[in-house]
């Protein structure tokens, strides 16, 4: 699977951002897809993940109530709609995939729990 993230720009504090994250190569459908962020000199932090049916969606305490994951299975194509933004939402975000069976239920927080990732979008926030 082949994983293409863009959609990042400049906003202003308040503002909102859609990022896309499009897949190839694979059935879509299969995979959990989970947005991750990283700033400078800093891993990977979660954001949010989706199931691959879409029947459930999990959001870091950080953006709980100010972004939403969605899937469009046609499309291959998972969103990050982001609202409400505030400077410290500035970083590069990945998306990333895993179709492997887990075992534990939260897996889909640990960045090295995903296999395919897209190669980044910056968002930068400004106050």
């Known amino acids: 699977v082949q994983l293409q993230a863009s959609g990042g720009g400049l906003v202003q504090t308040g503002g909102s951002l859609t990022l896309s994250c499009v897949a190839s190569?694979?059935?879509?459908?299969?995979?959990?897809v989970g947005w991750f962020r990283q700033y400078p000199g800093k891993g990977r932090e979660f954001v949010a993940a989706?199931?691959?049916?879409?029947?459930?969606?999990y959001y870091a305490d950080s953006v709980q109530g100010r972004f939403t994951i969605s899937r469009d299975t046609a499309k291959n194509t998972v969103y990050l709609q982001m609202n409400s933004q505030k400077p410290e939402d500035t970083a590069r975000y990945y998306c990333?995939?895993?179709?492997?069976?887990?075992?534990?239920?939260?897996?889909?927080?640990?960045?090295?729990?995903?296999?395919?990732w897209g190669q980044g979008t910056l968002v930068t926030v400004s106050s």
């Open positions: 989706i199931r691959g049916d879409g029947s459930k969606r």
């Open positions: 990333a995939a895993d179709g492997r069976l887990h075992s534990y239920s939260t897996w889909y927080q640990r960045s090295d729990e995903y296999l395919y």
């Open positions: 190569g694979g059935t879509f459908s299969n995979y959990g």
